[in-house]
């Protein structure tokens, strides 16, 4: 069996939104996005921290000082070269097995990411040459709930095969990260972690003013109470107020990458075409 793999969790981080300008740092109970990112995942058990890889524009200056305030990592990278920016953010900080995370993610649940990562390091250990692990390969949770899992390697790969790529093929991957690999699933080793019931109509994720209007919601309830609280109660809490997910059900995603699954799901959801993602999305 092979020995665990060191292990970090990557948040992207940037201020430069145009739908909603700062959104890691929009307080939410007084409390900025991006540190109850960090207060969520702190017990996921991973022996090379949590590090925030931010870009070196100087509006992200705040997000540094941001991160010395709270003693947090930080790594700075180039804006627009979102895998570039992963790969040295993993290597400055030695992980092996590298958890991605989006910093629109304020409602990630550290019991999904733990899931996630204990698969992956399971399967690496049991001698499987596994790329990648994610649960949105076959996407159920709420979009906002999405990790993922590289090696390493899988990242020096994808920027290898990237750079011999057309300039908008190369953009796309280098700012998405993904798109070579969920459209080449036979050139690499995937694997889906979780299942259950389809909650995937609902949309948790930070990137309007609708999304932050929901989002503050949810908080404000289950907060105050149980600061950890995870997936199964914000499922629980929209059940018992249908008209919450109305808040931003409408919204139509503009940016990122989605596979044929996600857009067929968006199809069925709103009954109207998906949009066509472009190389957007850069975090």
Excluded at 200 to 208: E, V
Excluded at 245 to 251: E, H, M, P, S
Excluded at 274 to 279: E, V
């Amino acid at each position: 069996m092979s020995a665990r793999l060191s292990s970090g969790i990557i948040i992207l981080a940037r201020m430069g939104s145009t739908r909603l300008p700062g959104k890691v740092l929009l307080p939410i109970l007084g409390v900025p996005v991006l540190e109850h990112m960090l207060r969520r995942l702190a017990d996921v058990p991973v022996d090379r921290g949590l590090v925030v890889a931010t870009t070196t524009n100087p509006a992200d200056d705040v997000l540094e000082e941001f991160c010395a305030r709270l003693g947090a990592a930080c790594f700075r990278g180039d804006e627009d070269n979102v895998l570039a920016r992963c790969i040295g953010a993993a290597e400055r900080f030695g992980m092996e097995a590298v958890v991605r995370l989006g910093g629109d993610s304020p409602l990630c649940d550290r019991r999904v990411v733990t899931q996630l990562l204990e698969a992956f390091q399971a399967e690496r250990a049991a001698g499987r040459r596994l790329d990648y692990a994610s649960n949105t390969l076959a996407r159920y949770l709420p979009l906002g709930l999405d990790a993922e899992v590289f090696h390493i390697d899988a990242f020096r790969r994808i920027a290898a095969i990237a750079a011999t790529l057309g300039d908008e093929e190369r953009r796309l991957n280098e700012s998405n990260v993904v798109p070579y690999m969920h459209t080449h699933p036979e050139e690499f080793d995937l694997l889906q972690v979780g299942q259950g019931p389809d909650a995937s109509q609902h949309r948790w994720t930070l990137d309007n003013p609708q999304d932050f209007e929901l989002i503050s919601r949810i908080y404000g309830a289950l907060h105050p109470t149980d600061p950890d609280f995870g997936t199964a109660e914000a499922l629980a809490l929209i059940a018992k107020h249908p008209d919450w997910a109305a808040i931003n059900a409408g919204v139509v995603p503009v940016s990122g990458f989605w596979t044929a699954v996600e857009r067929e799901k968006f199809t069925k959801r709103y009954a109207a075409p998906a949009p066509n993602m472009g190389p957007g999305g850069a975090q």
